[in-house]
């Protein structure tokens, strides 16, 4: 995504509603091996305001991975 449409989106996004709240989750990713499993952890964040459904925003994990 180019600079000035990241701007754009910027610009048409609609303010934040006071009564929200971030709200994390973590989940486990398993691998069961022949003597052992193995968990990883991995964090989903979700946005909830109040009367609406909840939105998952979550970082892509590709894309995180971009600026390390």
Request: glycine residues 4%; charged residues 25%; positive net charge.
């Amino acid at each position: 995504m180019s600079e000035s449409s990241a701007q754009q989106r910027v610009k048409t996004c609609k303010p934040v509603r006071t009564k929200c709240e971030l709200n994390e989750l973590a989940q486990y990713q398993c691998e069961v091996g022949k003597t052992h499993i193995e968990c990883i952890p991995f964090v989903r964040l979700f946005y909830k305001c109040a009367g609406m459904p909840m939105l998952e925003v979550t970082p892509q994990y590709g894309s995180s991975l971009k600026n390390e």
